[in-house]
């Protein structure tokens, strides 16, 4: 096993034992029999540490019910990590001036991916994801803080199963003339991973029809420079404009790649609920849908000296909320043909589960 499976099989571990931690069925009053101190006692959660002095309610003695438990985590989890980046803000600001408020709140997100899939033999695969957008005004303005392991620099129809996990955190800053974003920071890995970046997103309108070009231009220590660019194009249609049609035609090269990598994919769906109010029109996208269904049909390939499709594929999906505004769940059952097993049938499950952790 490489050193960075190694790091993401230890990630997700860590995951599974907080969730276990948070699940068990002791009373709340286990939890903060030690005193307030940073060095604790094995009878504090990781949790009581991170909302320390910064609960909404107080931590009852006995939880009623396991929903009661949620809201509690949920309440004072988020309030507690936003109360940080907060102080971390304040921290390092200029003192020599006015206190500049967030205009949102930071945003965190966790989810956990697990898979199934019949290929010579069955095999299993877990992938945890945690995503962070901090702001932090007093900091810099306009400059903001990020945290995420959803692998963004990968052609778009990649599995979340199958992405590079490792963490990337750094600072990131919109530009006010153009639609282009800067971003640079750090990669955990072994060695870390210098990187930066410069993203550039478009949004035309033509009809009823809209179209999304995006470019990601990025260099790191480790896999040099690459490029990856996309074109998204939608329709909304129905009574309701609730039903979407979508395309995606994306490639990737850089100097970690012998070719050019291309994917072209093909959707349908329909979103009853959104997680925040928001008019259909927009680009949705999978995460941002609070209930609702739909397929995919994607292909996969090279361009080069020898030109060829290596991989289709054909997805089912569906989500739904399974916990009020904020914890969902989602299962995408799908088939998968591939060049190097002579086009046999692959059938495969996955399930992820997603928790927003800000105010919603």
Known sequence: ??????????????????GLVLASPLQAAELVDTPQTLLRTNSS????ILIEEKLVDEKPAVFPSWG?????????L??????RTEEMDLLFSDKSIPVVAAKQPSRFRMGMYASIKKDRDFEFKFAPEFSADVDLPNVEARWSVFIDTRGNDELPGVDPIDRDSGAQIGVTKKSDRFPIRWKTGVKADVPPEVFTKLEWRELWKAG??????????YVDTSEGFGQLTSLSTYSW????KDCIIKTTTAGIWGDDFPDYQVEQSFGLGRVTQFIEDRHA???AKRDEAGRGYGCRYSAFGHVGESS?????????MYRWPIYKTWLFAEILPEVEWREEDDWDVIPSLKIGFDALLWGI
Do not use: C, Q
């Open 68 to 76: 009661a438990r949620l809201d509690y985590l949920h309440e004072n």
């Open 45 to 48: 959660s990781f949790l009581d």
């Open 237 to 240: 249609f129905g009574r309701h």
């Open 281 to 283: 029109g927009g680009n």
């Open 1 to 18: 096993m490489t050193t960075r499976a190694k790091i993401t099989r230890l990630s997700g571990l860590a995951l599974v034992l907080l």
């Open 208 to 217: 009823d029809w809209s179209f999304m070009p995006y470019l990601n231009a």
């Open 78 to 83: 988020s309030h507690g990590l936003v109360a």
């Open 308 to 316: 060829t499709i290596e991989r289709h594929r054909f997805t089912l």
